[in-house]
């Protein structure tokens, strides 16, 4: 087994990110990163694709191979808009085929 490691940053500010959801896709392992943006993965020697995800960042993923073990810096990008969920009856036009299924 090989120790993948390493910090997730905000690209915008620097900062360290807390909370991230870290997986790798091909043998299913994950974690999440602590209050300083580090993160650890024993993971087995050849290909790895690791997405990092949480609310408000878009998703990054990164291919690599591992050989030995490695440190990543990895920086999310805060999200430029967040999906609103709007209710049923905030959208003018449902709004209008319930009255009308209601007749």
């Known amino acids: 087994?090989?120790?993948?490691?390493?910090?997730?940053?905000?690209?915008?500010?620097?900062?360290?990110?807390?909370?991230?959801?870290?997986?790798?896709?091909i043998s299913g392992i994950g974690t999440i990163s602590n209050q300083n943006?580090?993160?650890?993965?024993?993971?087995?020697?050849?290909?790895?694709?690791?997405?990092?995800s949480l609310?408000?960042?878009?998703?990054?993923?990164?291919?690599?191979i591992v050989k030995n073990d490695t440190t990543l810096s990895v920086s999310m990008v805060p999200a430029t808009h967040l999906k609103s969920k709007q209710k049923e009856t905030d959208n003018p036009k449902t709004a209008e085929m319930l009255k009308k299924s209601r007749k």
């Open 1 to 25: 087994m090989v120790l993948v490691s390493g910090t997730v940053l905000n690209q915008n500010s620097g900062k360290n990110i807390e909370n991230v959801n870290i997986f790798e896709s």
């Open 55 to 64: 609310e408000g960042f878009n998703e990054l993923t990164q291919k690599i």
């Open 37 to 52: 943006g580090f993160f650890s993965l024993m993971l087995k020697p050849g290909n790895a694709k690791i997405v990092f």
